[in-house]
């Protein structure tokens, strides 16, 4: 072996190895030509879709729509080849370029049909030829706007005259004919279906789905065609929208115990909905509280309570006497008063369903409707703005929200160490405890009818001051009951009446309605000039009205109401209120001019002593044994 051979010598080993490089290499050669070709595809690719859309662009600008026509259609053809499972974008990105090329085409018909429509525009020979060249493209465009002007037609949005000249100026071209023929044909039966389409709308608009379906149901029962067509998709569509919010209000209808609104819902959707199982489950949930109404035409029972004694132990304790605990009647009383009423049969309503007051100038008498063998009641609590002055009867100082969104009673109690600690209890005022009667007794109520609230407002409203003008009021309340006065921030009194309106909401949603019983508590209205009245009546809809809305009741404190012609009855009355109670010991109502007038009796340990209520009560039955356990200092 020669020195060369020797110091240059490959072995075996070596030689494998290198056969091992070189057959890499060539394998990278290979992936970086396919590499290279592949990127070369891709930028011819993008370069092509680049370049689409400006060539379609100037196709149609040049009026050359043949050529324009081929791009579009050479693009679908590649789309339809694809396989849209494919791991790139080429796919979407094709589709996209459809999607412009389309809205290109549309933006120049829509502004043709555009100026038809509103100007009565006659197409000139270009815009003709771009309407029958772009073929399909225009075609379908053509076509949904035709038919949305037979919809604007339909519903009375557009007048005849200018359907049919729209139609006149597109029928000729011969990319529409086939189109337009057919529904040109069918305008005189549009024209006659307009009437009922419109009833359909109107009830939708005012959210009466029930109607909207029933009246859709009977145009696509008359007609076809369009008119048929246009009624099966408005149908499907109002089905799809109405089904899931009546069925939460139908459902909330339970929850609150409005059993026979729940009950006409729930068989207007099962007649809608046929093979729906919850509807018929729901209906019958309400049918089985339902029972054969009648209308009353009798005395209507108007009784009227005020704030209760929550804590007997600060009422009829060591310091007893310190206030008149014979003004209110404690937790106990107003329980055995409720169980009273119900084994006589009463059952609560709504005594605005004793009228119908949608004019403001004028109201319809009704008489109200029970169910049969009941008698109807009407509670009232009276003013709840928390006199610091009743604390000493051990009544509650607020109402306030639970956990879970009860509205409750907040009173105070004495510690052990002689520190007053608040209570939070449901059943510490009247609302809670009909409330909880109610819930265990469902047919004391009629349709979710609770009772009436009466609001004063010139130092608290629910214990609450919500204004500033009730803060000099409160404090002097506070100061005269030897309770220390409050400072209020606006922010103090923002939260105030936020917690007001979350209070009203929960009570509204439940069954429970309002009334005003004057701003000041007027001891006597009647006795106030109109100055006084307007003054009063503007702080009480925009301090206390502003949180509890569309009130149209006034308790005139006293019972000394403004009859109903006087000018001061008729500026209440041009103000919304247009039911007044007065005060009476037995059932009273009248009709007067544009309002209802009703006396409330209200009862007390004070009243028992000195009126007759045997036709309600027994007193021995109502009042609370501890009145007669009374421990005195």
């Given at each position: 072996m020669t020195g060369f051979s020797a110091g240059y010598h490959i072995s075996d080993t070596e030689k494998r190895s290198n056969k091992g490089f070189s057959a890499a290499a060539f394998a990278c050669g290979v992936v970086l030509a396919a590499l290279i070709v592949v990127m070369v595809m891709v930028a011819r690719i993008n370069a092509y879709e680049d370049s689409t859309i400006?060539?379609?662009?100037?196709?149609?600008?040049?009026?050359?729509?043949?050529?324009?026509?081929?791009?579009?259609?050479?693009?679908q053809d590649q789309v339809l080849a694809d396989n849209p499972d494919a791991n790139d974008n080429t796919h979407d990105e094709r589709i996209r370029l459809l999607g412009e090329m389309e809205s290109i085409v549309q933006e120049k018909v829509d502004t043709i049909c555009d100026r038809i429509v509103t100007t009565r525009y006659v197409p000139q020979h270009s815009d003709v030829e771009f309407l029958d060249s772009m073929q399909e493209l225009t075609a379908s465009v053509v076509a949904r706007r035709l038919n949305y002007l037979c919809e604007q037609f339909l519903l009375g949005k557009i007048e005849k005259p200018d359907v049919i000249f729209v139609f006149n100026q597109l029928s000729p071209i011969s990319n529409f004919s086939a189109i337009s023929g057919p529904m040109l044909r069918e305008i005189d039966y549009i024209e006659t279906a307009t009437g009922d389409v419109r009833v359909a709308e109107k009830a939708l608009t005012t959210g009466d789905y029930v109607e909207?379906?029933?009246?859709?149901?009977?145009?696509?029962?008359?007609?076809?065609?369009?008119?048929?067509?246009?009624?099966?998709?408005?149908?499907?569509?109002?089905?799809?929208?109405?089904?899931e919010p009546m069925m939460e209000e139908g459902e909330h209808m339970l929850e609150t115990y409005r059993y026979y609104s729940a009950?006409?819902?729930?068989?207007?959707?099962?007649?809608?909905?046929?093979?729906?199982?919850?509807?018929?489950?729901d209906l019958l949930a309400a049918t089985g509280h339902t029972s054969k109404t009648v209308e009353w035409r009798g005395h209507v029972e108007v009784l009227c309570v005020r704030s209760l004694i929550a804590n007997t132990e600060t009422a009829f304790g060591v310091e007893f006497g310190k206030g008149d605990t014979g003004l209110y009647l404690t937790g106990t009383e107003f329980n055995n008063l409720l169980e009273t009423l119900y084994a006589k049969g009463y059952v609560l309503v709504d005594p605005e369903n004793m009228m119908s007051a949608t004019d403001p100038g004028f109201i319809l008498e009704r008489n109200l409707t029970v169910p049969e063998g009941k008698k109807p009641l009407i509670i009232i609590i009276e003013n709840?703005?928390?006199?610091?002055?009743?604390?000493?009867?051990?009544?509650?100082?607020?109402l306030v929200l639970n956990d879970e969104k009860q509205v409750c009673g907040e009173y105070m109690v004495k510690s052990k160490d002689g520190a007053e600690e608040p209570v939070v209890n449901r059943t510490a005022e009247a609302i809670g405890i009909l409330d909880v009667f109610v819930m265990n007794h469902q047919d004391?109520?009629?349709?979710?009818?609770?009772?009436?609230?009466?609001?004063?407002?010139?130092?608290?409203?629910?214990?609450?001051?919500?204004?500033?003008?009730?803060?000099k009021e409160r404090n002097k309340q506070l100061n005269a009951a030897n309770l220390p006065t409050v400072e209020y921030t606006d922010e103090e009194i923002e939260n105030n009446k936020?917690?007001?309106?979350?209070?009203?909401?929960?009570?509204?949603?439940?069954?429970?309605k309002f009334a005003s019983c004057t701003y000041g508590y007027l001891p006597n209205a009647r006795k106030a000039d109109l100055a006084g009245i307007v003054d009063d009546t503007t702080k009480w809809i925009e301090q206390i009205g502003s949180l509890i809305p569309d009130t149209h009741m006034i308790s005139y404190p006293g019972g000394n109401y403004i009859y109903g012609t006087d000018e001061r009855a008729v500026y209440l009355k041009n103000n919304g209120f247009r039911i007044f109670f007065g005060a009476g010991p037995k059932p009273y109502h009248i009709y007067g001019d544009n309002y209802l007038y009703m006396d409330r009796t209200i009862i007390s340990p004070n009243s028992m002593k000195n009126y007759d209520f045997s036709r309600l009560f027994e007193n021995n039955d109502i009042l609370d044994p501890i009145r007669k356990t009374i421990r005195k200092q």
């Open positions: 400006p060539d379609f662009t100037a196709a149609l600008e040049a009026g050359n729509y043949d050529e324009a026509l081929a791009i579009y259609r050479k693009v909207a379906v029933k009246r859709y149901q009977t145009v696509n029962g008359k007609y076809e065609g369009f008119v048929g067509d246009y009624s099966a998709k408005r149908i499907t569509e109002i089905k799809s929208a109405m089904y009950e006409k819902l729930f068989s207007d959707l099962a007649a809608i909905f046929p093979d729906d199982d919850k509807i018929r489950s709840l703005s928390y006199d610091p002055a009743a604390y000493v009867c051990g009544t509650c100082r607020r004391f109520t009629f349709n979710g009818s609770k009772g009436i609230i009466s609001i004063g407002g010139h130092d608290s409203c629910f214990g609450y001051v919500v204004s500033r003008d009730q803060v936020n917690a007001v309106k979350n209070i009203v909401e929960r009570l509204k949603d439940t069954g429970w």
